[in-house]
């Protein structure tokens, strides 16, 4: 009985926490500086020639949490100086109870302020496909003494999928040194309740982003150094959620390795600060030829730090028809 108590427990903190960030945060990624484009559509065709990449990602692993894939291509035009994007990613909440498939198209227009300086506004528009599958689903009141699963009238879905159009905008200031911009996503408030009462309104999504690279020894061209430190904060907030990524990463040639953290330490609305402290990030990748491949996990900091496994997460890119070595971007390693 006591095992049987504690994986009703355990199931219902993964399907409570997953349904409560599917319905009101989008997915989150750990190495987005690793998926740029998924940041904001400024970053479409940075690296000064083309990428594709990759990436997946197993939160909280020992729940029945959440999967995420992406895939992405981006690539810059000189002749035009202009960048066209596209990603499509898929996300599953709860063991399938909840999933989205999102289909994103982006454009930037790269504006030469002086020598080294760049103003890159970008243009995102696209679709989504929501599902849920409530027989998933395991609310409190459907739990008996003995453990049997009752029926439950807490929700009944209308319609179990739909079909909405989304759109984002961003604005970047880009040096070889640095980059920092802002990006307004979720600009349509769609409706993605599966009930005709109440509605559940996207909000609008705001990433303000910025990160700085110190170089420590020249390499072949004046913005390639051998090795380096970069450091890089994004802010996300959407509605009542609030998040702040901090990354440090050390990058040699073939090599990166880096630290972060996930989280508010001194925002807690509701009293609660292990709500607003989520996870340290350790990271380690490795490049060549166009070629990279990074990973990372997650170390939970909240209150699941007992039961959740962590987050791992997983990134292979590659780019291509680059002008070496000044259109390269010091990120997407």
């Given at each position: 009985m006591k095992q049987m108590t504690k994986y009703i427990q355990v199931t219902l903190v993964a399907l409570l926490v997953g349904c409560m960030s599917a319905?009101?945060?989008?997915?989150?990624?750990?190495?987005?500086?690793?998926?740029?484009?998924?940041?904001a559509p400024s970053f479409a065709g940075y690296t000064g020639g083309g990428r594709v990449f990759a990436t997946y990602r197993n939160q909280w692993s020992n729940l029945k949490g959440a999967q995420t894939g992406v895939v992405g291509y981006d690539q810059y035009f000189?002749?035009?100086?202009?960048?066209?994007?596209?990603t499509v990613s898929y996300n599953s909440q709860g063991g399938g109870m909840l999933s989205q498939l999102q289909f994103n198209v982006q454009y930037t227009y790269l504006v030469?302020?002086?020598k080294d300086w760049f103003f890159r506004p970008g243009l995102q528009v696209g679709l989504f496909y929501r599902a849920i599958d409530p027989?998933?689903?395991v609310f409190g009141d459907q739990i008996a003494a003995d453990g049997s699963i009752?029926?439950?009238?807490?929700?009944?879905?209308?319609?179990?999928?739909?079909?909405?159009?989304?759109?984002?905008v961003s604005v970047m200031f880009t040096h070889p040194y640095f980059f920092g911009?802002?990006?307004?996503?979720?600009l349509l408030g769609n409706n993605i309740s599966f009930t005709d009462q109440p509605e559940t309104k996207q909000n609008v999504k705001l990433n303000v982003f910025a990160a700085g690279l110190i170089p420590i020894s020249k390499g072949t061209g004046k913005y390639d150094p051998k090795d380096d430190v970069t450091f890089a904060a994004l802010y996300q907030w959407q509605g009542q959620y609030h998040q702040l990524d901090i990354d440090a990463m050390y990058h040699r040639r073939f090599f990166m390795v880096g630290v972060g953290y996930r989280g508010l330490p001194?925002?807690?609305p509701n009293g609660d600060m292990q709500y607003w402290n989520d996870a340290v990030k350790i990271c380690i990748g490795g490049s060549y030829a166009g070629f990279s491949l990074s990973y990372s996990y997650d170390v939970s900091v909240s209150s699941l730090v007992n039961i959740s496994g962590g987050s791992h997460e997983i990134v292979l890119s590659y780019r291509f028809m680059e002008r070496m070595p000044n259109d390269r971007s010091f990120f997407c390693y």
């Amino acid at each position: 009985m006591k095992q049987m108590t504690k994986y009703i427990q355990v199931t219902l903190v993964a399907l409570l926490v997953g349904c409560m960030s599917a319905m009101a945060q989008d997915f989150i990624l750990s190495q987005p500086w690793s998926a740029t484009t998924m940041v904001a559509p400024s970053f479409a065709g940075y690296t000064g020639g083309g990428r594709v990449f990759a990436t997946y990602r197993n939160q909280w692993s020992n729940l029945k949490g959440a999967q995420t894939g992406v895939v992405g291509y981006d690539q810059y035009f000189h002749p035009i100086r202009s960048s066209f994007g596209g990603t499509v990613s898929y996300n599953s909440q709860g063991g399938g109870m909840l999933s989205q498939l999102q289909f994103n198209v982006q454009y930037t227009y790269l504006v030469q302020i002086t020598k080294d300086w760049f103003f890159r506004p970008g243009l995102q528009v696209g679709l989504f496909y929501r599902a849920i599958d409530p027989s998933r689903m395991v609310f409190g009141d459907q739990i008996a003494a003995d453990g049997s699963i009752l029926p439950t009238t807490v929700f009944q879905a209308t319609n179990t999928s739909l079909v909405r159009f989304d759109a984002a905008v961003s604005v970047m200031f880009t040096h070889p040194y640095f980059f920092g911009g802002i990006c307004a996503d979720r600009l349509l408030g769609n409706n993605i309740s599966f009930t005709d009462q109440p509605e559940t309104k996207q909000n609008v999504k705001l990433n303000v982003f910025a990160a700085g690279l110190i170089p420590i020894s020249k390499g072949t061209g004046k913005y390639d150094p051998k090795d380096d430190v970069t450091f890089a904060a994004l802010y996300q907030w959407q509605g009542q959620y609030h998040q702040l990524d901090i990354d440090a990463m050390y990058h040699r040639r073939f090599f990166m390795v880096g630290v972060g953290y996930r989280g508010l330490p001194f925002y807690s609305p509701n009293g609660d600060m292990q709500y607003w402290n989520d996870a340290v990030k350790i990271c380690i990748g490795g490049s060549y030829a166009g070629f990279s491949l990074s990973y990372s996990y997650d170390v939970s900091v909240s209150s699941l730090v007992n039961i959740s496994g962590g987050s791992h997460e997983i990134v292979l890119s590659y780019r291509f028809m680059e002008r070496m070595p000044n259109d390269r971007s010091f990120f997407c390693y």
